[in-house]
């Protein structure tokens, strides 16, 4: 997600490594960041500490493409903007019926369509109290 918009959502069925990682998410994420950031202004692209975020494949791609990371502290949901936005996303699963694992993946494709650019702008706007809140150790 951006300060103004969600990216494309990519579903994936199996265990992740760097390479699968990579490979499920290149074909959306590269033409995302063409098309909604110039390469002149500076960007970071923020993840968790998953492994197959950290592994060497992922950083390895990650540098080549340019797309600079933000450093993260060890489980710090809190602090991810990305993870609010999933709070955000579970609560509204609530008014769905779900059945089956389509029925999730539709759900979810559905409210993460109708994400507002002003909720983009209120969670990631809120990154800098959080981190004030993470250097201050609360």
Not at 108 to 129: A, D, F, G, Y
Request: charged share 25%; aromatic share 10%; with cysteine.
């Amino acid at each position: 997600m951006t300060v103004k918009v969600v990216s494309p959502l990519v579903f994936y069925d199996g265990r992740m490594n760097g390479p699968t990682y990579i490979s499920a998410n290149e074909p959306v994420l590269l033409p995302f960041l063409e098309k909604k950031f110039d390469r002149d202004v500076t960007c970071y692209y923020v993840q968790d500490n998953a492994p197959c975020h950290k592994s060497a494949f992922s950083m390895k791609w990650f540098k080549k493409n340019k797309i600079n990371l933000l450093d993260w502290p060890a489980v710090s949901p809190d602090f991810n903007v990305i993870e609010n936005l999933w709070d955000i996303i579970d609560n509204k699963l609530n008014d769905y019926r779900l059945n089956n694992v389509n029925d999730l993946q539709q759900a979810i494709l559905e409210i993460w369509t109708k994400i507002s650019n002003e909720t983009c702008e209120n969670l990631v706007r809120s990154m800098p109290r959080c981190i004030k809140k993470m250097r201050l150790g609360k």
